[in-house]
């Protein structure tokens, strides 16, 4: 992407997506993206947080590439090795490697944080964008619903899931899933108002337009950038969730090497040999470290008006 | 037919009510509010509490119980009514303080909550007060120093909060602190020769040992929060250092800060007394969200302190399946919660005479 600028062809690509007359709307909306791009890319912290998540990503693609162990291999004679070449990070209390655990368990934290928003953040759409349009007595029934959920501490509300579905990483992302809509739907509502009497719906509407079809068309694709800021930015906050449903034994189980449980299991060994609980914790940190990054960023090009509010 | 406008003022009236035709009408909306979501509260824990896969009566007569005594106790139970009926037996009970006898204690869950409940308390309040106490004067100097160098430096101390998982950075404080440095002591409330030694009074060990004047027990437990509680605060620190610093830029440009020093205030005088004097009302509602969060963050913390609270009590009726309690405290946690919330809203309109 930013290689372009060194391609011969970058200057006729620039005129043609900075054009101020598009041609389709293909164009413009390629056009608006580029521009989004450079404004994105001059912020050095943003670019940091993009690059963790393209890490992260190609390490969780790349993972048997990279891993130079089985993560699950148990060699006891090896067990609870410091630091060396051929455990860059040690091993744990089972002599697995440590470093081709973090390397898988970046899967599994992709796996978490990609389910969540894909099973969230449609839902709150649907509601936020419905309550919002048709107002009324569904306005106040999905709206109540939603305060409800709001209402509980999300992690106590998802332990409390995860103990009625029982342990596991699929319900572990049921239940962070059920947590996290509420906010999306916060947000989708809020867009809605504003855009609902604007002059362009009335337009549409007079065309003979269904509710169903001015929602789905013309409000969701209005309301998604800013839904995308929000779900960037709560990435972090569903890692470390996963992560402490992990820890308390309650999410990904034995023998899968998610970071949490990795750091559940380090915790025994903590004072002597502290670098089994350490190393993914660290992991985690960089991780929801580069999506906050991320979503400071994204927020700033998409979404400037709430600039500065968590 | 109504009109789109009048959709609007309604749906906005029942989300927040942003128009304020009498104060009467007002706390009504409150208290109506408030019921609604207390229910829907316990509708959530009802729910959950039916879709365990865990057999309530099970539990009680074990799988190799004849068949009469499971249909009798699950008649006790009142689990061969219908639905609506239990959820409304189940709200009854809840309203009358009746939450269950946990499985593992074999106590009532009301009494094992008030029991552990003051450890959560005072873990809270005391990280609440390292936050302010650090979050609100990082935040004054981020907001004056906007752009800067310090400004930087607050920023990325704030980010870490929101990236670091807390029962991880618990862990590395005790490792640093307790057992390489030895500055502070291990996990736990007290150390083991203190206990009981102080009767409970208000649960609140640090209260119950000052009034009982028994100041070894006070600095011993003194000695035990610092770790937790300074852990625990670093996310409301977070949290509270930002928005003072969003709320001091708001302030900083306002006019009455120029009159002021064109007058000749003194500046540190325009910045901690006139400006931060503003700031103070809408940080009262972000100091009492932080408190709320904290409640949150205390479960893992307390894991990894060992500390005996609510936090603690849940994950470990959670890890013996001890369901009554779990949902017990998970009702108690969600109703506190909600509280705070309300308690927040009402300070702000009471500081802040434009919101009345």
Known sequence: MSSQAQNPAASGWRAWLLSASPASRRQARLGRLYIAWLAFQSNPLAMLGLGIVLALILVAVFAPLIAPYNPNAQVLADRLQYFSAAHPFGTDELGRDIFSRIVYGSRLTL?????????????????????????????????????????????????????????????????????????YARIARAETLTIRNSDFISAVR????????????????????????????????????????????????????????????????????????????????????????????LRDVLDPKSGGQG | ????????????????????????????????????????????????????????????????APGHVVERVREELGLNRPLYEQFAIYVWDVLQGDLGTSVLTANPVIEDIKRVFPATLELATVATLFGVLLGVPMGVLAGVYAGRWPDQAIRVI???????????????????????????????????????????????????????GEWDVFWNAASHIVLPAAILGYFSLAYISRMTRSFMLEQLSQEYITTARVKGVKEWRVIWVHALGN?????????????????EGSVLTEIVFAWPGLGFYLTQSLLNADMNAVLGATMVVGAVFIGINLLSDLLYKLLDPRAR
Request: glycine share 10%; charged share 10%.
């Open chain 2, 1 to 64: 037919m109504t009109t789109p406008a009048d959709n609007l003022s309604t749906a906005g009236a029942g989300f927040k009510s942003l128009s304020l035709p009498s104060p009467l009408r007002t706390a009504l909306n409150l208290v109506v509010s408030l019921l609604l979501t207390f229910l829907g509260l316990l509708f959530v824990t009802f729910i959950i509490g039916r879709v365990v896969p865990i057999d309530p009566v099970l539990a009680i007569v074990g799988d190799r």
């Open chain 1, 206 to 297: 007079l065309q003979g337009a269904g509710r169903l079809r001015i929602i789905w068309s013309h409000i969701m694709p209005l309301c998604t950038s800013s839904l995308i800021v929000r779900v960037t930015l709560d990435m972090a906050g569903i890692i470390l969730i996963a992560a402490g449903l992990g820890f308390l034994g309650l999410g990904a189980q034995p023998p899968l090497p998610e970071w949490g449980a990795m750091i559940s299991s380090g915790r025994n060994v903590l004072i002597n040999q502290w670098w089994v609980a350490t190393v993914p914790g660290i992991a985690i940190f960089i991780v929801s470290l580069g999506f906050n990054l991320l979503g400071d960023g």
């Open chain 1, 111 to 183: 796996y978490i944080v990609v389910l969540v928003a894909i099973i969230a953040a449609p839902v709150g759409l649907l509601v936020g964008t419905t309550a919002g349009y048709l107002g009324g007595w569904v306005d106040r029934v999905l709206m109540r619903i939603t305060d409800i959920f709001l209402a509980f501490p999300k992690l106590v509300l998802a332990l409390a899931l995860v103990s009625a579905l029982g342990p596991g990483i699929e319900n572990a992302i049921i239940a962070i899933a059920i947590t996290s809509w509420p906010p």
């Open chain 2, 279 to 295: 700031v103070w009302v809408p940080l009262v509602t972000v100091i009492a969200l932080s408190y709320a969060n904290l409640l």
């Open chain 2, 158 to 212: 704030g980010l870490l909060g929101y990236s670091i998982p807390v029962f991880w950075l618990g862990l590395m404080g005790l490792l640093l602190f307790y057992a390489r440095l030895d500055w502070v002591p291990g996990p736990g409330r007290l150390d083991f020769f203190y206990d009981g030694l102080v009767e409970p009074v208000t649960g609140v060990l640090l209260i119950d040992s000052a009034m009982a």
